[in-house]
């Protein structure tokens, strides 16, 4: 999988901006506030994902005009792909594969997919849960789309159940639908379980053999999927979870007015991580924790690709920096197999070991380097 060209209009501090990038490894250098990770972001906005950086859709288009575009030529599956995303500030979201408009944002996952390993990803482990579940989400709307209409459904569902039970005295003949809601959660989240349980289960296998190559075979790590307690198994048939999902939400019914708000759920999933049978998220040492973030991220990559039999795209944000040479090592040395886009502030000796092509970014404008 490669993207080849990528064209950007009023996206960001990009007035208007194109690029072609060659197969291999390509590094963006920079100084900061430059334009690199908006370019990052704008590839990444073309797997149909929401921008891991901004809270509303206006803070991707340029100050003072209407709308942005991407535009982009992708090699996938052995076939060429033209592909196009326009952001309106009022209206929907437009998107079209090959001059055809797509009904859905999460149809674009069908033509590219990347891996994004950002300086954020680097505390993954020592977030709250909430952090982990939108790295399962991310990775699982791109995999498979059911995933990302069970999920969006299910999120509705949530907020509007959660607006009953706040405003239950104020508007209390709302309480009878709330059984309604809980049904319909229920059956959207047996396939968001299931969906996590088995993604879960290929995560763990492969972070734990990145992990033990990064740390020298010294450290083990372990992955378990925690959801909710009556689940008795996330792997079941969904129309079994969608029962124990009933069970546990009907037990839980009066809590939930009491306390105003959805107490049961997947929105309450976490990914546990383990380092040599240590709690990670409160015990792990700084690079612990970045192990166990830098087997996260690849072990995603190595998912993706033996679902479509090619890697996806790897963008690299400025995270060189924020490694020891250990594991900037490992890094470089997993670049190879797939195209790799690297932003770095300055070209370290280690990135200099690459063949790669190298472009200056500068105020939303982009040069190669010799």
């Known amino acids: 999988m490669q993207i080849e060209h990528i064209g950007l209009q009023n996206f960001r501090n ?29 590839i990444f906005l073309l797997t149909g994902s ?15 005009e209407e709308q942005a575009r991407i535009e982009a030529r992708v090699d996938s599956r052995q076939r060429a792909f033209s592909m196009e995303l326009l952001f309106p500030r009022t209206g929907r979201l437009q998107s079209a594969v090959n001059g055809v408009k797509t009904k859905r944002q999460a149809d674009l996952a069908d033509v590219f997919r990347c891996v994004l390993f950002s300086p954020e990803d680097l505390y993954l482990i020592r977030e709250g849960p909430a952090a982990r579940r939108r790295f399962l989400d991310t990775a699982l709307c791109q995999l498979r789309p059911r995933y990302e209409l069970a999920l969006t459904e299910y999120n509705k569902l949530l907020e509007h159940k959660g607006k009953i039970l706040r405003m239950q005295e104020e508007n209390p003949s709302m309480l009878y639908i709330l059984p309604d809601f809980t049904r319909r959660m229920a059956k959207c989240g047996a396939a968001i379980i299931r969906y996590r349980a088995f993604f879960a289960e290929k995560l763990a296998a492969e972070a734990a053999k990145i992990h033990a190559a990064v740390s020298g075979c010294a450290e083990q790590l372990h992955i378990a999927y925690q959801t909710v307690s009556t689940v008795q198994d996330p792997k079941a048939a969904e129309g079994q979870i969608e029962q124990w999902l009933l069970e546990h939400g009907e037990s839980h019914a009066q809590a939930e007015l009491r306390s105003g708000q959805c107490l ?50 790897m963008l690299l944000d400025d995270v060189l920096s924020e490694l020891d040479a250990r594991r900037q090592e490992y890094l470089i040395e997993k670049t190879g197999g797939g195209q790799v886009i690297i932003t770095c502030c300055e070209k370290s000796e280690r990135l200099q070991q690459l063949q790669a092509a190298t472009f200056l970014v500068e105020k939303g404008r982009i040069q190669p380097l010799s």
Do not use: M
């Not at 891991?52 to 859709?57: K, S």
């Not at 990914?271 to 192990?291: E, M, P, Y």
């Open 14 to 42: 990009y007035t208007c901006g194109l690029l072609d990038l060659p197969p291999g490894v390509t590094i963006l250098a920079g100084e900061n506030a430059q334009g690199k990770t908006n370019l990052l972001e704008a």
């Open 50 to 64: 929401r921008s891991w950086r901004a809270a509303r859709r206006g803070d991707l288009i340029a100050f003072g």
């Open 264 to 313: 049961t759920g997947p929105h309450k999933d976490d990914l546990i991580l383990s380092v040599n049978g240590t709690a990670a998220r409160g015990f792990a040492s700084q690079g612990q924790t970045r192990t166990a973030a830098l087997a996260l991220k690849f072990a995603e990559r190595e998912i993706f690709k033996d679902d479509c039999g090619e890697y996806p795209v």
